[in-house]
């Protein structure tokens, strides 16, 4: 864990390196990827037999080897315990409420010229949600990515996950079956996503991959854009919490904590104006992290990539949090909304000392696939809008050709384009 | 020039292939841009003036070599001809009144279990728009691609556009005057793009890169993609114009022509249900091309990418047209609404006999800039949104926590997330 104070002589130095470090494992996968992808795409379902064999111990043989039915889906979510199926419920009815209100407006008026205007939203035909095999299998992240889709008006929706030995996650088919998925391919990898963005024999091309995976599908992804739609490509999970000294340290601990048990590369980050503050919670993570299932992970993440800044007001903060552009901020203060008014950069906020951010992860509504590694500067969170395309619509009568036709005209010649120029000029006599 | 018609026998092939051909050029630059970027990322300016002396036989040395002052955008906007500084100011006008519309709204509400959620648009604090040099410099370029960064709210906007032998387009510069862009930069190529992503020590950074260039520049946007923000990568123009037999055939034939003069590759389609109108349109085209200066591509482009298919009746072109996915559609009848409902995939539509694409181009208000290579199947035109990100929010008050909190505790625990768990179970207490 690294320590800093906004008084050190070294601060701006460190700090600068904070901001430009990357924390995404350099695993280059390019080459490897690029011959996945290539050999999914011309050989189809042999393809993806052989690397799910291989990579996954997984025979692709019947239709059951392939794919797992809706029936299943619908068993494990039958199955599950009331209280965890009553939380599950009240995820999907919250995540799908928030979403619903994301719908965009159609727009369609005619202006002063006389000229008709407007655009027209509609859902993709049909969308790809990646999700990853083992541990980090979420049902969470599958209802993040499914209902946005589902909102969208998406009729489609598939589902690839790798099922190691053919093994498969209860609570990922129970959330499938509560968001609606359409087909489940047990397939995982690169070679997902290439199945997913060209189509095999069996499994229908999509138009939009999203869905968080290792750095095979997300390489896969990158090269993919353009063949497919996708979301941002996602690197490790962060956390920056911005704290004052009258928070109980214990809680603030627990959140730092909540994003370093993620991963050893997640990031967690403590910005407070109270130096005696920092080492109450100091000790506390220390405390808590022994106990903790996760602590191998959470410890590891805690030591290489946690950091505590001290600052001198908390006003401060605010300048150090837009260079940092974190994926989660908390505003662990009384009164949250000065800061807020501040900050520019940021994946999603919580405010105030009620609300931990693991509540934003579940329950709370708001999309939890949030952009990471500083690109909350340009990026947005998963949305109903990454599952929808806007056409733009012109008409125009005689008069209002008339109007606005030889402006048209005139810049066509000035650019060389003399066809674009007769196709105005000839409706205009 | 290929004809098709849907009676032949072997239609569903040869649309198929139409359907999956790519006419991008397939130059693998790959290699080459990776090592011009991490160059420029190493080296700054340095990288930058060797390879700008190299590619466009221009020295950067003073700082007259390295930027366009505003006073000279300001000067080659008085120095245009009142007609044609009047074209680009109601062009500038339109598209500016349009993008205005598109701004999207923050939410800031309380459900019923006492959660207050919301989101908040902001822009980027700064975009970089690619201007290419030469024949392709194109002013309504610059205005589609500056103005909605503008209307967004974009604090600071770069150009970067080569100056072969320091050679610039007067027109480029006056319409970079009247978009109020900040910074013009004579670096091209994916040196440019790569000076944009990470800063140099004359050039600053910037948060998200448009603007159209060659294979170079697409290669490089590509592989930037998430250190900064880009638009969709584009290929070849394309038109897609369903008209019925009562069109005059020479506004046809103009409109196919003003996207075949654009490049060799780009495709002109015409789907009609009258064949004696596709003979008619057949020779307009011969007829008019001959007579373009831009008659070599415009040739070029409709013998090898042109296609001109017959259908029984106009609502068997609307499948069509959405497997084709087409930038650009024309629906050259009377009545166009019915078929226009039907329209899942295009990148902008239009309605009626008196609407040529090229109004659309310059002078109409939405943008121009719009996916291909059938990517409307998910993308959409370049809008306000690219230049703006949306931060969500939320805050609990104990009440609301003790309302949700205990579902995410569920599920965190069932996720195996202690401390997510914890953060919310704590304050519970």
């Known amino acids: 864990m690294q320590r800093l104070s906004i008084t050190d002589p070294g601060f701006e130095t460190a ?145 690839v996950t790798p099922t190691r030995g053919g093994e498969s996650n209860p609570l990922v088919l129970a959330a499938a079956h509560l968001a609606g998925v359409d087909e489940i391919w047990c397939i995982g990898g690169a070679q997902a996503i290439a199945a997913l963005a060209y189509g095999t024999e069996r499994i229908a091309r999509v138009d939009v991959v999203t869905g968080p995976g290792n750095a095979w599908v997300a390489e896969a992804k990158r090269q993919l854009y353009g063949v497919v739609g996708i979301d941002m490509v ?72 946690g950091v505590m800044i001290v600052v001198e007001t908390l006003d401060q903060a605010i300048p150090l949090a837009n260079r940092l552009a974190a994926e989660h901020v908390e505003l662990a203060v009384a009164d949250p909304s000065s800061l807020f008014a501040g900050l520019r950069h940021a994946g999603s906020v919580f405010l105030g000392r009620h609300t931990p951010e693991a509540v934003g992860d579940y329950v709370a509504g708001p999309n939890h696939v949030l952009p990471t590694g500083r690109r909350a500067r340009f990026a947005s969170g998963l949305s109903v809008l990454d599952f929808m395309k806007r056409t733009s619509f012109i008409e125009l009568d005689p008069g209002a050709l008339a109007a606005i036709g030889p402006a048209a005209v005139a810049l066509a010649e000035a650019e060389g384009l003399p066809a674009h120029a007769n196709s105005v000029s000839m409706r205009l006599k």
Chains 1, 2 share one sequence.
Not at 54 to 66: E, N, T
Not at 250 to 267: G, N, V
Request: with cysteine.
């Open 15 to 159: 700090f600068t390196r904070l901001v430009d470090g990357r924390r995404e494992s350099d695993i280059t996968v390019s080459q490897d990827v690029a011959t996945i992808v290539e050999r999914v795409r011309r050989r189809g379902d042999t393809a993806l037999a052989e690397y799910t064999r291989r990579f996954d111990k997984h025979d692709l043989v019947d239709d059951a080897d392939w794919c797992i039915a809706p029936e299943a889906c619908r068993a494990a979510y039958e199955g599950l315990d009331a209280p965890l199926r009553d939380a599950l419920d009240l995820a999907a009815q919250r995540i799908e409420a928030y979403h619903r209100d994301q719908l965009p407006a159609d727009r369609d008026f005619t202006d002063g010229a006389g000229v008709r205007l407007g655009a027209r939203w509609q859902p993709v035909d049909a969308a790809g949600l990646y999700v990853p095999g083992g541990r980090a299998a979420y049902p969470s992240s599958l209802l993040m990515n499914a209902i946005p889709a589902r909102v969208a008006g998406v009729e489609r929706l598939v589902v």
């Open 234 to 305: 996602a690197g490790p999970s962060e956390i920056l919490v911005i704290a004052d000294g009258d928070n109980d340290p214990d809680w603030i601990a627990a959140d730092l904590l909540s994003q370093a048990e993620h991963d050893p590369t997640s990031q967690s980050i403590l910005i407070t104006d109270d130096a005696a503050f920092a080492n109450q919670v100091e000790d506390r993570v220390d405390t808590q992290s022994a106990q903790l299932a996760t602590r191998t992970t959470a410890q590891a993440s805690w030591r290489d990539n």
